[in-house]
């Protein structure tokens, strides 16, 4: 059974920092990971994607310079340095193996959900 466990979520105020971990089991980790958001109201958005290797991170515009995706392969886990936060970063953060196609980064066809981590930034 595979299983997608995100979390490091919380609230914080406008310009702080968290950092996410999501760890994964029932798979095998050898594919690119990352992160996707969804905030209420609005569609899912890819985040960050990286590579097997780790030597190559994909970013969206919005969270270009801000966050930092790495990888633990010996541990199966993924995480997500958010920097400079803004109140426009607010919303449920999952994990799941992804792509990036013309710098969209989507979910892979074997992408599996977890129940998310809550991130909330308050101005």
């Known amino acids: 059974q595979v299983q997608m466990v995100e979390s490091g979520g919380g609230s914080v105020q406008a310009g702080g920092s968290l950092r996410l971990s999501c760890t994964a089991s029932g798979l095998t980790f050898d594919t690119a990971m990352g992160w996707f958001r969804q905030a209420p109201g609005k569609e899912r958005e890819g985040v960050s994607c990286?590579?097997?290797?780790?030597?190559?991170?994909y970013y969206a515009d919005s969270v270009l310079g801000r966050f930092t995706i790495s990888r633990d392969n010996a541990k199966n886990t993924v995480y997500l340095q958010m920097n400079s936060l803004k109140p426009e970063d607010t919303a449920m953060y999952y994990c799941?193996?992804?792509?990036?196609?013309?710098?969209?980064?989507?979910?892979?066809?074997?992408?599996?959900w977890g129940q998310g981590t809550q991130v909330t930034v308050s101005s």
């Open positions: 990286i590579t097997w290797s780790g030597d190559t991170p």
């Open positions: 799941a193996a992804c792509v990036s196609v013309a710098g969209i980064i989507l979910p892979s066809s074997v992408a599996h």
